[in-house]
């Protein structure tokens, strides 16, 4: 029966193809879903926490408390410490249940004091994050504590976005995104392609079965009912080869292209200098302002490299035995200035005036620089992007507090919106600001 | 223009559409032009490249590229050993110091970065040159980065130190007997008193003192006249009528800088003054001064004397008094001249350019008989700019060659070239036994020398200087000198075994002896201080004691003396009323004057104010002349032509002129050297050797005996004029005249109407119909502006060298200029304008003498940018402050912008001009020293990208953030372009229109509503306005003071 083979063979043909790519595209569906849902979680995390966050103290919820905890954990703590990963410091989730309150204050006011008293606890951590000294910190009790409220509902959050992320079902209503509709629809879409191709799998069963209750089929029809899954010819049929070589394709494409946004960012780039100098004894130890080597960071352009007559300020007297200050003793002699290598090399196109940063900006040079007092040879921290300082400019709320150049700007920014003005709404963004 | 049948025109190739301007006109970027070989195109370029060059490259490239990308060069940062505590890397110093060049004076503010001066600015603490600079002093900062100075002294051609040439030096003069220095005008004191020291120290010296531009007729005159040897000071802000003789005072006369100052406050017109002066300009030449005369009479040299006795006969016959015997000439509006004059008695000024002591008495005459002396004329108040003496120098240039001189020094003075017998001279210097030059370079002079001393860079120099009775200021240095030179004063003394060799002790004793007890102040360390940081220093009228001793204290009116027999019989045989001979005026141009900076690129480059020609010097010639031998001129393309006079014969490349004296032709001094440096070596003609020194006084005008030939070699001028034009678009030159502006303040106006979709019936102002609506109301910070008043701006280009000096422009040479690629960010365009040229006979007539209107065009920062919209990539776009950026490295250079600009302002970087050797002209970037002249707030551009005018956008944000630091607002002070801040007329005003109380505000006579500002000022318009680019660069319409709209 010409007509009935046809029809199976029809039938089969394109029912499998059709259980595939209903698969493939189910795949897909929960790969976007999840990085959809990855992406309304950070966003989530970092505008507005209007979920239920578990403070640390006893009177429960409350936003400001975390946003207030979120601004601290920023300026302080960032720099060393993330909630869920370890970076210099330890990961901070979870630390209000492994130590008391008490004590958390006490190490965060002065770490080497409770290192010092002899607390176990503590010389461990010292011992395991290679005797990084934390900087002492002065903040207030309630700071401390809507520190810890961020970093527990912050933790929280992670958790539960990892849940989602095992992305299994719809149901985990826990942490539905505030503005999910597009997660929703996907959601829907998701549950019928699988309702499909659970109705498409009873189908070819059925059928199946039924044919196989038939007599009239011929050799090559049973053939075609009762094939197996075969995966070798799965794996050598043309469209799973096209998938695979598209998919290799794609990768090495993305990897070429991240490899060319890499070009030359020298983030992390720590050359060895002629002279070992340490900010890590200077800034960290020893705690000697900034100002008073990089004498140019509040008036100048360049916060300058200092010359070697501040430097005999204090080496005149002190280690006058050092061999590498000896370096600089001969520097003097000789008349030769000391060739530092430059570590942060601004392409030249981009000017960049540390006086609108430091002065009038009020930023710590740790913001670009990292925990500066902490290394024992510079090392770039920032990858000096010109997308990292813009996304610097698009977060960052305009120091106008008694400066009278920003009055009229403040009250006309506040005639139409309610955000805090931004260096990006007063142009921080546009190309002349830094190019020319 | 609404109300004429004016037409404006660049070039004459513009006024007679000439088929190749025409082919041209529409193409910005000529696509003719190779763009591979400019310099030598040879065969292989021709040729093009194959597709497998191609390949080659590309993968060369890539491979280089990625190799480029695995490792970055290590960089130093190399701090002070011992920081100085006035340095702060990145800060710029200010130091109050003095420009001298010979008798060329100019109080200035050096900008240095990081210990050297990178920028001169004008002082506006200075009374005599109120703050204003000229394109020579804006450039002179890359001369001290100049590859060719000398870096160590030299004795016979052979390298040497100090020590050792001073030995032999000394051994040498002490055996002369008969010593010269030979100077230009000298205007220091302290420096005079040096030679004094060491005239004294050698009894048989003499000082001999020359200018190449020589005014000796004029001290003459005065001597002759008042029995002040000397000059007195002009102010031109006092005269209501100016009747110049060929005097080019805004050019290059005495101390253009002063008179630009002071006739551009009589030029100005706003709500307050309604009137100004009004400016007749007799003259062969077609001079700066004379294209911003309201009216401007074209005469042969050799009616200039006899212009003066009309002149004075047509005054005393007003006045009574007794004329000079001499035949009248008949000139157009000399009658007007004379009326004008009459009418404001007193408070007129009659100057004349003439070297001829007889013409200059006759204009003092004149001056007397209208009562200038003391009101516009101050001869109690000396300026010194030009004490040489021309007797004086001929006889030295004699005692040379009669071998009467045994050792001459030349302290930075290069007569060889710049003096007419500076041939006798090269030829006999050889019979003295002592040469001695202190010039900074192997100059015409320097190489014969036998010993060259060479001295200090102004700015790395202590000096100070007296361009005027009871005016003081200091030069001090703005940098460590850069190489093994020593100050020629302290040569001086030196030489002269003085005790105290330092000049700068010398200068400090000098002032401590003779000024400070006149001033007045308590400590010496006090004045000494506020002297150097103020940069001048103003005395009481008595304590002049340094200059020449045949002055006299006080020159009332009535010593007034002239022999009115004697001056009619010397101007009937030197002058004529129709002479038909051919006639030679020499004249200097603004940039490059005598010649003592012609290896400085930048006034090279800047183009001559009235002929836009470049990196040449040539004939000018009228329009009649040029077609009575059949030249034509396109393109700048023309022959080359052979002047003979008294034996001596120059070529030179022919231009047409419009506006050139029939009969004369024009030639520029300060070319054709032989000896100065790469970049001006072989450039023009020298004509110093046919100034006429027959009469004992040099003359620049050269009337009788004159042989021209035209020959037929083909020469190619390059010249900016007709480059980026306008397509015939002539609104943008609005002008009208004084009686009308006083009617209505908004005469001249072109109000354009435009149709909208309604048809021709309703039409309506562009600004109505637009696209972009809401630009403006984003300026919420600032809104940057500029205005700039045709009325003062005289088109002397001395924006053009600041705009140059401060935002790293390139210097792209003559070939460059000629495939129309200059680099010039503010360039000013130069318009003849005449009435009525509809046939052929009257075009003629227009090329003969047209008004002229200079308009400096710069990016004119349009809210609804063409170019913008029309970037592929969004390299220009708009600041929320109103200014047009340009981000160089988004730049992939289509060029698209250049094309949508209709004010033809963008530059495209067609190659790499910096550290190519391909372009040695460029020396600021092309090596290491010149390089100190960078800015370091500036991007030096690379090929293919686009740039313009930024407003000085690195000088805003400066400006901006001094005001954040101190928590205020920004004010006029904080912020100004270079372009403002060089004017020496203050056309230029920058500032920011949303600042009420700003400079710009006031001149714009902006009214603030809700936010919304409107430019009420009359006279304000913008160019093109009918196609509503809404520019934010303001032009207030010039004001001729005429009597007629008609040229």
Redesign the interface.
């Known amino acids: 029966m010409p007509h009935d083979k046809f029809h199976y063979e029809f039938m089969f043909g394109t029912l499998r193809p059709a259980c595939l790519s209903l698969l493939s595209l189910l795949l897909f569906f929960l790969l976007s879903l999840n990085s959809v849902q990855g992406q309304t979680d950070s966003s989530q995390v970092e505008i507005s926490p209007d979920n239920t966050a578990v403070a640390v103290t006893s009177d429960g919820t409350d936003e400001a408390v975390v946003a207030e905890g979120e601004k601290l954990f920023n300026t302080n703590c960032r720099a060393c410490h993330a909630v869920d990963k370890k970076l210099i410091g330890p990961a901070l989730a979870g630390v209000y249940d492994r130590r008391d309150l008490d004590w958390i204050k006490l190490f965060i006011r002065n770490s080497q004091a409770v290192i010092a008293s002899g607390d176990e606890y503590a010389i461990d951590l010292f011992e395991e994050y290679n005797k990084t000294v934390m900087t002492p910190f002065n903040l207030a009790d309630s700071e401390i504590e809507s520190i810890l409220s961020f970093i527990k509902f912050e933790a929280e959050n992670v958790t539960s976005a990892a849940q989602t992320d095992a992305g299994v079902a719809s149901t985990d209503t826990g942490n539905q995104a505030p503005s999910s509709f597009l997660s929703a629809v996907l959601i829907g879409l998701v549950v019928v392609l699988a309702l499909i191709l659970v109705v498409l799998f009873l189908i070819i069963g059925f059928l199946t079965k039924f044919l196989q209750q038939r007599d009239e089929l011929d050799e090559a029809d049973r053939d075609i009912v009762n094939q197996k899954f075969n995966l070798t010819k799965l794996v050598k049929s043309p469209a799973f080869v096209g998938i695979v070589a598209f998919v290799f394709g794609i990768l090495v494409l993305k990897s070429v292209i991240d490899g060319l946004y890499q070009v030359g960012i020298q983030q992390g780039y720590a050359p060895k200098q002629p002279i070992a100098f340490s900010h890590k004894l200077h800034a960290g130890q020893f705690e000697i302002d900034c100002n008073y080597c990089h004498t140019g960071v509040r008036k100048s352009k360049s916060a300058n490299i200092p010359s070697a007559n501040i430097c005999m300020n204090c080496h005149g007297q002190i280690l006058t035995e050092s061999l590498e200050i000896q370096k600089i003793y001969a520097a003097i002699e000789n008349d030769r200035p000391i060739e530092w290598v430059r570590v942060h090399n601004l392409p030249d196109l981009a000017y960049f005036n540390h006086e609108q940063h430091v002065k009038v900006g009020d930023q710590e040079c740790q913001t670009c620089h990292g925990q500066i007092q902490e290394m024992e040879v510079v090392e770039q921290f920032a990858p000096l992007t010109m997308g990292w300082c813009i996304s610097c400019h698009k977060e960052t709320k305009v120091d106008t507090k008694g400066n009278a150049y920003y009055d009229n700007l403040v009250e006309l920014h506040a005639q139409h919106s309610n955000e805090p003005l931004k260096v990006e709404d007063i142009g921080g963004l546009e190309c002349a600001k830094c190019h020319y | 223009m609404s109300n004429s049948n004016k037409k404006y025109w660049k070039g004459l190739e513009q006024l007679t559409n000439d088929p190749e301007f025409v082919k041209y006109a529409d193409k910005e970027f000529p696509e003719y032009l190779p763009i591979n070989g400019n310099k030598q195109s040879s065969d292989e370029s021709v040729e093009g490249s194959s597709r497998r060059d191609f390949l080659k490259i590309m993968g060369f490239s890539v491979a280089a590229a990625s190799l480029a990308?695995c490792e970055?060069p290590?960089?130093?940062?190399?701090?002070?050993?011992?920081?100085p505590e006035e340095i702060?890397?990145?800060?710029a110093n200010y130091y109050a110091s003095t420009f001298t060049q010979g008798g060329d004076y100019c109080s200035i503010v050096v900008k240095t970065r990081e210990g050297r001066p990178i920028k001169i600015q004008g002082n506006k603490l200075s009374k005599v040159t109120n703050g204003g600079v000229n394109a020579q002093v804006e450039a002179s900062v890359l001369s001290l980065y100049d590859q060719e100075r000398l870096v160590t002294p030299y004795a016979n051609g052979q390298k040497t130190d100090w020590e050792s040439l001073d030995k032999e030096i000394k051994n040498a003069l002490a055996a002369s007997k008969n010593i010269r220095i030979v100077s230009n005008t000298i205007l220091s004191p302290s420096t005079k008193k040096a030679i004094n020291e060491f005239i004294a120290a050698y009894p048989g010296c003499k000082h001999v003192v020359y200018d190449p531009d020589s005014a000796y007729g004029m001290v003459k005159a005065n001597q002759d006249t008042f029995g002040m040897g000397g000059l007195p000071t002009y102010d031109f802000s006092k005269a209501e009528v100016i009747v110049s003789l060929a005097a080019d005072f805004l050019g290059t006369w005495i101390t253009p800088i002063t008179f630009i100052n002071q006739y551009a406050k009589r030029r100005k017109l706003n709500k307050v003054q309604k009137e100004m002066s009004r400016h007749f300009q007799f003259e062969s030449n077609m001079s700066l001064t004379g294209s911003n005369a309201d009216y401007r009479i074209p005469v042969k040299a050799s009616q200039q004397g006899l212009i003066a006795a009309t002149l004075y006969n047509k005054l005393a016959g007003k006045s009574g008094k007794g004329t000079l015997n001499t035949s009248s000439v008949d000139v157009p509006f000399i009658d007007k001249a004379v009326d004008a004059l009459w009418k404001a008695k007193g408070k007129s000024l009659v100057v004349s350019g003439s070297n001829d002591p007889d013409v200059q008495s006759i204009v003092n005459a004149i001056n007397q008989l209208l009562g200038n002396y003391g009101t516009t004329i101050d001869l109690n108040s000396q300026v010194y700019h030009r004490q040489g003496s021309d007797p004086e120098m001929s006889q030295f240039i004699d005692d040379v060659a009669g071998g009467r001189i045994d050792a001459v020094i030349f302290y930075n003075a290069n007569p060889v070239y710049d003096h007419p017998q500076g041939g006798v001279l090269k030829t006999e210097l050889k019979n003295i036994a002592l040469k001695i030059s202190t010039s900074d370079r192997m100059d015409e002079t320097s190489v014969l020398s036998d010993f060259v001393a060479p001295d200090h860079h102004y700015l790395e120099s202590w000096n100070d200087a007296q361009p005027q009775k009871g005016q003081l200021s200091l030069c001090q240095p703005g940098i460590t000198p850069l190489f093994n030179t020593r100050q020629a004063q302290s040569s001086f003394l030196t030489w002269a075994g003085a005790d105290e060799t330092n000049f700068h002790k010398f200068l400090q004793k000098n002032w401590q002896d003779s000024y400070f007890p006149e001033s007045g102040a308590q400590d010496f360390e006090n004045f000494w201080n506020q002297s150097l940081y103020d940069g001048v220093v103003e005395l009481a009228e008595s304590t002049d004691t340094e200059q020449g001793s045949e002055e006299n204290d006080d020159i009332g009116s009535n010593e007034f003396t002239i022999d009115l027999n004697a001056i009619s019989s010397a101007l009937k045989s030197n002058y004529h009323p129709e002479s038909t001979e051919t006639e030679l005026v020499l004249y200097q141009k603004v940039g490059v004057g005598t010649g003592s900076q012609a290896n400085n690129p930048w006034l090279q480059e800047l183009p001559d104010p009235v002929s836009k020609a470049v990196w040449d010097n040539y004939f000018t010639i009228s329009q009649k002349f040029a077609r009575e031998n059949g030249l034509s001129m396109v393109e700048g393309k023309t022959k080359i032509a052979t002047l003979s006079v008294n034996g001596i014969s120059v070529s030179a490349p022919v231009l047409i002129q419009p506006g050139q004296a029939h009969g004369t032709i024009g030639l520029a001094l300060g070319y054709g050297r032989k000896h100065v440096g790469r970049v001006a070596e072989g450039l023009g003609t020298d004509a110093f050797p046919l100034v006429d020194r027959s009469t004992g006084t040099l003359r620049y005008e050269i009337t009788k005996g004159i042989t021209f030939e035209v020959t037929t070699a083909d020469h190619q001028i390059a010249q900016t004029q007709t480059h980026e034009t306008f397509m015939g678009r002539e609104t943008v030159i609005q002008e009208t005249i004084l009686s009308k502006y006083q009617q209505d303040p908004a005469a001249g106006q072109f109000a354009p109407k435009i149709s909208t979709w309604k048809g021709d019936k309703d039409k309506v102002a562009p600004h109505t119909v637009t696209l972009w609506k809401h630009h403006k109301e984003k300026y919420?910070?600032h809104h940057w502006g500029m205005a700039i008043d045709l009325n003062s701006c005289i088109g002397c280009g001395t924006c053009t060298v600041a705009c140059q000096a401060e935002n790293n422009v390139p210097v792209v040479g003559r070939e460059e200029v000629l495939n129309r690629r200059e680099m010039h960010w503010l360039r000013i365009d130069r318009y003849y304008s005449s009435s009525d040229v509809d046939s052929y006979a009257s075009l003629e007539q227009a090329a003969e003498n047209p008004e002229v209107t200079f308009q400096p065009m710069l990016c004119q920062h349009c809210n609804n940018a063409p170019c913008e919209t029309v970037c592929p990539v969004a390299a220009t776009?708009h600041?929320?402050?109103g200014?047009n950026?340009?981000?160089?490295?988004?730049c992939i250079g289509t060029r698209y912008c250049a094309n949508n600009c209709p004010y033809k302002v963008r530059r495209f970087n067609w190659f790499k001009y910096h550290d190519n050797t391909r372009f040695p002209e460029n020396s600021s970037m092309n090596n290491s020293l010149g390089r100190m002249v960078l800015n370091p707030?500036?991007?030096?551009r690379s090929r293919g990208v686009m740039e313009k005018c930024?407003m000085c956008?690195?000088k805003i944000?400066a400006g901006?953030?001094v005001?954040?630091?101190a928590?205020?607002?920004?004010t006029d002070s904080d912020i100004d372009t270079a372009c403002a801040i060089a004017c020496p007329s203050n056309a230029i005003v920058f500032g920011d229109m949303n600042n009420p109380e700003s400079k710009i505000a006031e001149v714009l006579q902006i009214k603030y509503q809700d936010r919304h500002k409107t430019v009420e000022e009359p006279r304000a318009y913008t160019v093109l306005q009918e196609i509503n680019v809404d520019p934010n660069i303001f032009y207030l319409r010039k004001v001729r003071n005429k009597d007629d709209n008609n040229a």
């Open positions: 990308a970055a290590i960089r130093k940062a190399i701090p002070y050993l011992n920081k702060d890397p990145g800060v919420v910070n776009t600041s929320t402050e200014l950026q340009m981000a160089y490295n988004r707030d500036v991007t030096v930024t956008v690195q944000q901006k953030l005001a954040k630091s928590g205020r607002r920004p």
